[in-house]
Nanobody
Framework: QVQLVESGGGLVQAGGSLRLSCAAS????????MGWFRQAPGKDREIVST????????YVTDSVKGRFTISRDNAKNTVYLQMNSLKPEDTAVYSC?????????????????WGQGTRVTVSS
């Protein structure tokens, strides 16, 4: 069982930045593809970004491309999401997820383990 704990959410003004972190309990962390998803009120959960186990392959959804960057530090069992130039429409609960088998996953049901989520609120 992999435990994931997110941190770094909060309230920020439009144009500001936040860095989300997700710490994993799994010692074979580098074996897992990691993803960041978000869910805004009244909307479905959507992929934000995902990164392969060795960090060589990453995906960023179009709506955040050029503003958000995913990275990972396998020595620290942690994946990050750097969010710059935040917009009110980025307001959501952000969750990290881990996927053991296969390549990068873009759907929530591709992932095996989930964190509890961290709330990001961007004020206009």
């Amino acid at each position: 069982q992999v435990q994931l704990v997110e941190s770094g959410g909060g309230l920020v003004q439009a144009g500001g930045s936040l860095r989300l972190s997700c710490a994993a309990s799994e010692r074979t962390f580098s074996s897992y593809c990691m993803g960041w998803f978000r869910q805004a009120p009244g909307k479905d959960r959507e992929i934000v970004s995902t990164i392969s186990g060795n960090g060589a392959i990453a995906y960023v959804t179009d709506s955040v491309k050029g503003r958000f960057t995913i990275s990972r530090d396998n020595a620290k069992n942690t994946v990050y999401l750097q969010m710059n130039s935040l917009k009110p429409e980025d307001t959501a609960v952000y969750s990290c997820a881990a996927r053991l088998v296969g390549g990068i996953g873009l759907r929530p049901d591709n992932y095996d383990y989930w964190g509890q989520g961290t709330r990001v609120t961007v004020s206009s």
